[in-house]
Structure formats: C-alpha cells, structure tokens
C-alpha cells in the first residue's frame, strides 16, 4: 500500500467510522464504501464522489444539497459532494455498515457471556431481581431443586 493510499484510508475512515460505515479497497487499493445501489469513492480532493448504474438513485441524489454532476452517462452516472453530506448520500445507496462482532455488543450484555469480565455496576441487572415477587421465591432456589416450585 502506496503512502497516498494509507492516507486516503485514513481520510476516509475518519468520515465513515462515527457512522459505522464499512471502508473497503477497491481494484487498485483505494477506500470506497460499498452499498446496495452505489458506491461512495475517494477523488483525491476536498470532496467525495458517488457512483451508481441507477438512474432513479441519480435523481434521488441529485436532490440532495451539495451533490453535483461529474460524469454522466446512459446508464450510470458519478457526481461529487462534500464529506458533509455523507450521511444523506449513505442512506440513499443503502451503504454496508461495519460488523464488529462481539465488541460491538454492550459492555453489559458481554459480560453475562464472558467469565473473565468484572461485574458490571449498572441498573440493567436491577431490573431483573433474583425475586420472583409472584411467587415470593428466588429463581436460584427454585433452579436447586430441578424446577420444582417451592
């Protein structure tokens, strides 16, 4: 990877991670974030570029302020806005959000699954008591005695 490639991903990721955007290398190295119905570009400049083969999705961005016609075609079409205009421009080609797996799930949650993890000091589990208030008795009692209810 080219120093000017490094430096595009960086750009670029700077745009999409608070959005939780998926940032890939194309053919020739260089970051897009890939969608449904286009693809968002690095150009080199201040701004972006968004390609697509939909001519409703042209229209739809063409609508968006900001965006502006670059290369036009037939059948597809690339047109350039500022990094503002991210967000509007990711929801209309239905962009790839990133998967983290299972850092991406709250701390609270995770660490009901993981025995490593301290215990958390949260209301989550306050609001699941070790009371049954129905029954009068703890669910650990009543798990002892094989599901017995007490």
């Known amino acids: ?34 969608g449904r119905l286009g693809q968002v570009e690095w150009t080199g400049g201040a701004d972006l570029a968004v390609f697509t083969t939909r001519r409703l999705v042209t229209r739809m961005l063409l609508k968006i302020s900001g965006v502006r016609r670059h290369q036009m075609g037939a059948d597809e079409s690339r047109m350039l806005f500022p990094p503002g205009a991210l967000r509007e421009v990711t929801s209309v080609i239905g962009a790839q959000k990133e998967r983290l797996g299972l850092f991406a799930v709250p701390a609270v949650l995770r660490c009901r699954y993981l025995p490593q993890c301290p215990a958390p000091a949260s209301s989550y589990f306050s609001l699941y008591s070790r009371r049954d208030p129905a029954r009068g008795t703890s669910w650990e009692h009543s798990e002892r005695k094989g599901g017995a209810e007490v």
């Open 1 to 34: 990877m080219t120093g000017e490639q490094r430096q595009a991903f960086a750009q670029v990721r700077a745009l999409a991670t608070p959005q939780g955007l998926l940032v890939k290398a194309d053919l020739e190295g260089y970051p897009i974030i890939p």
